[in-house]
């Protein structure tokens, strides 16, 4: 996984990299989202930013085997470069002022909240 991540970094513009001091880094752990209603929703990468700690990324590799551990190796890499890409544009948008890619995630996660209600309605009803 590693290895991908780094060839899959490569990719990337060097211009991408500017002001983001800590790099990306690869944690063993499964996260699972803060946002998680049934133990259904992991977190693959994040980006952070502090004032004390700088801009970085993070990558689950513990959640890309929990959610990809059966897959190919092209799958899994197609996975890892978008999520990588993700994380990217939350950096690039950062130090732009945009927040456009956050919006959508609110807004990703708004339709989750909404499709696990309906199930466990559904789930509630005899019929």
Do not use: C, W
């Amino acid at each position: 996984m590693q290895e991908m991540l780094d060839q899959l970094a490569m990719e990337l513009p060097q211009k991408f990299y500017e002001e983001l001091n800590g790099g990306i880094l690869l944690l063993p752990d499964r996260k699972m989202s803060p946002e998680a209603i049934d133990d259904d929703l992991y977190t693959l990468g994040e980006y952070h930013y502090s004032h004390s700690m700088g801009r970085y990324i993070v990558m689950y590799y513990g959640s890309f085997e929990a959610l990809y551990g059966g897959a190919s190796k092209d799958e899994l890499m197609g996975r890892l470069r978008s999520t990588l890409r993700h994380e990217f544009t939350h950096h690039l948008e950062s130090l732009s002022g945009e927040k456009g890619l956050e919006l959508e995630d609110e807004r990703q996660l708004a339709r989750y909240r909404y499709r696990a209600r309906l199930r466990r309605l559904r789930d509630r009803d005899p019929r």
